[in-house]
């Protein structure tokens, strides 16, 4: 992520999302499936109103999949439509459609009934940085139109791509800025890649990540650095110290925090979502 957001960029952002809302009858909100509310934008109720919504937890590779099914109920009882995909290869992508119609099924039978003819569904996308926004839009279009990688998108005029005769897409996504400010939260974004680096200590992460592991998937770091299992029963600055030696990297613990953040990342400890369902107060069983 190249963005730094300052109060005036974020009101400029939020300036240009509320503009074009008038434009779509659906927005597909892009959620990184690791971190389904922490990837969200705090002021999104806010600036898309009253929009019908189809939540898309993208990166639902990298993310555990009992939790995925927890989140996409969850967003559900919120009254938004949710699909799990994988934008880079292309699952999941194909209920898209399907869905988006479900979401505006009242308004389309609504319509309809005053004979009003359903045309195609106009949709913009939004999320936050490196959420995969222009890797969809390249899927759903089947040609590379937005550059994909660290670089913001560039907002231009108001242009529409159309796939084939139900969908129109605005050619251009909705950048906006995740929940920084809270520490976790920035923890979180900050081992998944979605934010820069620096905002955060390597050694933090690499530690918050180790008790991460440890608590929600005993197991894995023993396996992925040959540790024993009570070695990986200690805390986790402990932890670290181990794994850094058992690497060769003496007492380099920079190196060893390095190491360990980007196998996480990259998902070499296995999937995994920092943001636990269960753990937000909401019944998903009523
Ligand atoms: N594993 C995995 N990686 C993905 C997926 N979708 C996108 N990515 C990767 O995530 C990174 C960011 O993707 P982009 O499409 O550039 O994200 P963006 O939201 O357009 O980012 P900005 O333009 O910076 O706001 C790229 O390295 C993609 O290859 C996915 O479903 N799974
Ligand atoms: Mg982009």
Redesign the pocket.
């Known amino acids: ?1 190249t963005i730094q957001w300052f109060p005036g960029h974020m009101a400029k952002a939020r300036r240009e999302v509320s503009e074009k809302m008038k434009y779509v009858d659906i927005v597909f909100e892009l959620v990184d499936a690791r971190l389904p509310l922490s990837s969200r934008n705090p002021m999104l109720d806010q600036i898309i109103q009253q929009k019908p919504r189809l939540v898309l937890l ?2 639902a ?2 993310a555990d999949p009992q939790q995925t099914k927890k989140w996409q109920e969850y967003f559900k009882q919120q009254g938004h439509q949710a699909l799990a ?4 290869e292309n699952k999941g992508i194909k209920a898209l459609i399907p869905t988006a119609k479900e979401a505006l099924k009242e308004k389309r039978e609504r319509d309809a009934a005053r004979g009003i003819k359903t045309r195609a569904i106009r949709a913009m996308v939004l ?1 936050i ?7 969809l839009m390249n899927r759903l279009v089947g040609k590379k139109i ?1 550059q ?6 560039v907002t231009k005029g108001q242009q529409w791509l159309r796939l084939g005769s139900e969908l129109e897409l605005l050619d251009t ?1 909705g ?1 906006l800025w995740p929940k920084f400010e809270d520490e976790e939260i920035g923890k979180k974004l900050a081992l998944t890649g979605a934010i820069k680096d620096q905002l955060v200590h390597l050694d933090d992460l690499a530690i918050y990540g180790l008790d991460f592991f440890t608590r929600y998937y005993p197991g894995k770091i023993s396996e992925r650095y040959g540790l024993e299992i009570e070695e990986e029963q200690s805390l986790a600055p402990e932890l670290l110290m181990t794994i850094t030696e058992k690497r060769g990297y003496r007492q380099d613990y920079d190196r060893g925090s390095e190491l360990v953040v980007f196998d996480i990342r990259q998902g070499k400890l296995g999937r995994y979502t920092l943001d636990r369902c269960e753990e937000i107060g909401a019944s998903l069983d009523e």
């Open positions: 992520m993208n990166k590779d990298l995909i994988n934008a880079q999320g940085p490196n959420v995969g926004k222009s890797t937005a994909t990688g660290n670089k913001p998108g996504p950048i």
